[in-house]
């Protein structure tokens, strides 16, 4: 790739982001009045955001370090898709040829890394057996017209590991990262390009494809690999015990509701049937509705005076381990207790019928962000029950 060509490629990204067959996002870097290829991507997980990235363009200096040269930032169609995917390439005409770099963000500086190496690339390209290596002076191998290619997952993977292992301070290539920890690729950001020379008016076409992968589910935008809830989040997703919202965000600090707490348990105990409640603010057609005629039949969350259970009532901390507490004897777990509360600052504010919960839950782990005090009556987040959730399945697997 040319400097010229990045350049012409970089100002089109920044310009226009069109949208192709199946969904799937193209940035142009010459505007073609057709797409000259398809991507296709069948995965259990897949989705399409705009996302504005922040990329710092690096070059070779004289002694061949990569030094940064430029940094830009774009709005661009991010696709993203589960390790289970299928990702298709079939060119609809002839001479189109593949390459894939990485994006990276070794220093989690938030700004992605991208090399450009005039006359030593540094990218992938891709052959007609769909298997990646690093580009060759004589170029990529041309696809046939018509032909389905695939491009594996665990590919991407790989090489996106190999790739941040050659930007290291020690490896072929190192950057002029800093000192200081190399931050984990979770999730390898691909960009993939389908090449074309138009024989026409002999001028070089790029379709632009961003992709990130990821193992089981795919980990909503509001939930950061660096906090302290991550894993845990991660599990109840990919147990199925949470979903998030419809805009495709989690909440993590977003309050729990009663209606909320009762889907949950609900949900890992296998969506039993249960006889409908006669809970006056709860009707046959809403979506707590099952769960709720569960807790309340087998006894895990009881309802208020006048025959309310006021679904959107958030909890507190003492609650959700009171009902936590309940799930567990009925789930036949083994009950560890013991803990001394007095060593909390603010075990006074326990409620009388809380205490026993409380040791449960300080015992076991399951409250976290806990210092010298526990906050028995703050209204616990979304967060905070995945982490208990997450704890709570732990200890009960080493038992």
Not at 17 to 44: H, K, N, Q, W, Y
Not at 150 to 175: N, Y
Not at 183 to 193: E, H, R
Not at 312 to 331: C, F, K, W
Request: charged share 20%; net charge negative; with cysteine.
């Amino acid at each position: 790739m040319t400097t010229k060509r990045y350049k012409r490629w970089m100002a089109a990204a920044l310009a226009a982001v069109m949208t192709a067959a199946l969904s799937i996002s193209s940035g142009l870097a010459l505007p073609a009045a057709e797409p000259f290829a398809e991507f296709r991507i069948d995965a259990t997980g897949n989705d399409i955001r705009d996302r504005t990235i922040s990329v710092a363009l690096y070059r070779r200096d004289k002694s061949g370090q990569f030094q940064v040269d430029d940094t830009v930032e774009y709005t661009c169609k991010l696709n993203r898709a589960t390790m289970d995917a299928g990702f298709f390439i079939q060119p609809k005409a002839d001479g189109v040829w593949v390459t894939v770099d990485y994006l990276t963000d070794m220093n989690g500086d938030g700004t992605y890394e991208l090399l450009d190496g005039d006359d030593s690339p540094v990218w992938d390209v891709m052959d007609l057996q769909g298997s990646l290596a690093p580009a060759a002076e004589e170029g990529a191998p041309t696809l046939t017209n018509g032909e389905t290619y695939i491009l594996a997952p665990e590919l991407l993977v790989h090489r996106s590991k190999e790739a941040v292992q050659a930007r290291t301070a020690g490896g072929a290539a190192p950057l002029d990262v800093g000192q200081g920890d190399i931050a984990s690729q979770d999730f390898p950001l691909c960009m993939i390009k389908l090449h074309r020379t138009d024989p026409a008016d002999g001028e070089d076409y790029v379709q632009t494809y961003y992709l990130e992968i990821y193992d089981r589910v795919l980990i909503p935008f509001d939930i950061s690999p660096g906090s302290w809830y991550y894993d845990a989040v991660k599990f109840v997703l990919a147990e199925g015990y949470f979903a998030g919202t419809d805009d495709g965000l989690f909440v993590p600090d977003g309050p729990l509701t009663r209606a909320q707490l009762a889907q949950v348990l609900w949900t890992m105990s296998g969506s039993q049937n249960a006889q409908m409640s006669q809970f006056s603010d709860v009707s046959a057609d809403d979506w707590y509705c099952r769960a709720v005629s569960w807790c309340q039949q087998e006894g895990l969350i009881s309802g208020y005076n006048h025959n309310t259970f006021a679904p959107n009532d958030p909890l507190s901390r003492e609650q959700m381990v009171s009902i936590l507490l309940r799930y567990a004897r009925h789930s036949g777990v083994s009950l560890r207790t013991g803990a001394d509360l007095s060593q909390f600052s603010d075990a006074a504010d326990i409620s009388p019928w809380a205490v026993e919960s409380m040791k449960w839950a300080i015992t076991n782990s399951l409250l976290p962000n806990i210092e010298d005090s526990l906050r028995p009556g703050e209204t616990v987040t979304r967060a905070e029950l995945a982490a208990a959730l997450y704890t709570y399945e732990l200890n009960s697997s080493m038992r």
